[in-house]
T-cell receptor, first 112, second 117 residues
């Protein structure tokens, strides 16, 4: 079953913060976050493993609450380049069968 | 590192013809590659898992005989859309799995836009 992301869409002014949530109905092994710009392939942002992991890079960070089967992506002091559609991808089983199920997506637009 | 290429970037073909799309991992070996399909403003839907040296595993509802997958080497997987029809028009994206310790990461190719007239 496809993970549900919220919000579906958000418009920010440059410098504002945003939170994107990803919820699954199944127990997860890992959560992967990607950003996709129109007409392009998704670009890998980060991966979080079960065990309550949190991590970040520059002004983008994420957390994974395996008990709630949820992950959140935090965008701080957003830049124009952050615009795009964000997808979470969930993995149920680690290893060679580790196929990703992508979430419903969140469209983010950053304006001046 | 972890670059994946796809060829062609776009293709326009007539109904009934077959189209082959190539996916290559340029700087790493990938025993597993994945093929996705994406319609406008929608999420990526996994079509099949391509395993080097063995048969692909198709997701439910994906026709094996229509979407032929071959993973002939550790750096190349191909998707052939046979007897394409307008409803097959879509954005096809491949990814290659980079194994790494506790987890694997999928790196995506730039995608191929298929338009069937």
């Amino acid at each position: 079953q496809q993970p549900v992301q919220s919000p579906q869409a958000v418009i920010l002014r440059e410098g504002e913060d945003a939170v994107i949530n990803c919820s699954s109905s199944k127990a997860l092994y890992s959560v992967h976050w990607y950003r996709q710009k129109h007409g392009e392939a998704p670009v890998f942002l980060m991966i979080l493993l079960k065990g309550g992991e949190q991590k970040g890079h520059d002004k983008i960070s994420a957390s994974f609450n395996e008990k709630k089967q949820q992950s959140s992506l935090y965008l701080t002091a957003s830049q124009l380049s952050y615009s795009g559609t964000y997808f979470c991808g969930t993995v149920l089983i680690p290893g060679t069968a580790s196929k990703l199920t992508f979430g419903t997506g969140t469209r983010l637009q950053v304006t001046l | 590192g972890a670059v994946v290429s796809q060829h062609p970037s776009w293709v326009i073909c007539k109904s009934g013809t077959s189209v082959k799309i190539e996916c290559r991992s340029l700087d790493f070996q990938a025993t597993t590659m994945f093929w996705y399909r994406q319609f406008p403003k929608q999420s990526l839907m996994l079509m099949a898992t391509s395993n080097e040296g063995s048969k692909a595993t198709y997701e439910q509802g994906v026709e094996k005989d229509k979407f032929l997958i071959n993973h002939a080497s550790l750096t190349l997987s191909t998707l052939t859309v046979t007897s394409a029809h307008p409803e097959d028009s879509s954005f096809y994206i491949c990814s290659a799995r980079l194994a790494g310790g506790r987890t694997d990461t999928q790196y995506f190719g730039p995608g191929t836009r298929l338009t069937v007239l």
